[in-house]
């Protein structure tokens, strides 16, 4: 009788305890499907993971950024992997300003995304820019 794929305990263990990750995508990290890896969690006595969507949002930096930009509240719920309620308990646990009922996102969050990637490769490039001159007045 086959005994499926040896997987050390120290990796479940690792898994199963990060709580920043899904049941999902904890199984999917160490090659298990979802069933799998909570029976090995439960023969290592490993405690119940919370069940249900996560809360808490993690990157309060980034999500401040989201909200102040005008993101969608239930694409942030998407993007984070939480409820639009922890979305808006997040906006009132930071202070961030509330939204009015009924209001139309300012931004999606495509837009976003691709305004901080540009952000990101202009301070780069900038960067690169700047180490070019450094070398040009070196080699002068």
Same mark, same amino acid.
């Given at each position: 009788?086959?005994?499926?794929?040896?997987?050390?305990?120290?990796?479940?263990?690792?898994?199963?305890?990060?709580?920043? =990750?899904?049941? /999902?995508?904890? /199984?999917?990290?160490?090659?298990?499907?979802?069933?799998?890896?909570?029976?090995?969690?439960?023969?290592?006595?490993?405690?119940?993971?919370?069940?249900?969507?996560?809360?808490?949002?993690?990157?309060?930096?980034?999500?401040?950024?989201?909200?102040?930009?005008?993101?969608?509240?239930?694409?942030?719920?998407?993007?984070?992997?939480?409820?639009?309620?922890?979305?808006?308990?997040? /906006?009132?646990?930071?202070?961030?300003?509330?939204?009015?009922?009924?209001?139309?996102?300012?931004?999606?969050?495509?837009?976003f995304l691709q305004m901080e990637l540009a952000e990101r490769m202009s301070a780069?490039?900038?960067?690169?820019?700047?180490? =070019?001159?450094?070398?040009?007045?070196?080699?002068?």
């Amino acid at each position: 009788m086959p005994t499926g794929k040896q997987i050390p305990a120290a990796a479940i263990r690792r898994v199963w305890l990060d709580e920043r =990750l899904t049941t /999902a995508q904890a /199984a999917a990290e160490v090659g298990l499907t979802r069933a799998n890896l909570w029976r090995r969690a439960m023969a290592l006595d490993l405690p119940p993971r919370k069940n249900g969507r996560r809360f808490e949002i993690m990157d309060t930096e980034r999500f401040t950024r989201m909200w102040n930009a005008g993101v969608h509240g239930p694409a942030m719920a998407e993007q984070f992997g939480v409820t639009y309620s922890a979305v808006r308990a997040t /906006a009132r646990r930071l202070g961030l300003p509330p939204r009015p009922l009924g209001s139309r996102p300012k931004v999606t969050l495509y837009d976003f995304l691709q305004m901080e990637l540009a952000e990101r490769m202009s301070a780069s490039a900038a960067g690169v820019n700047a180490r =070019l001159r450094e070398m040009q007045k070196e080699a002068a």
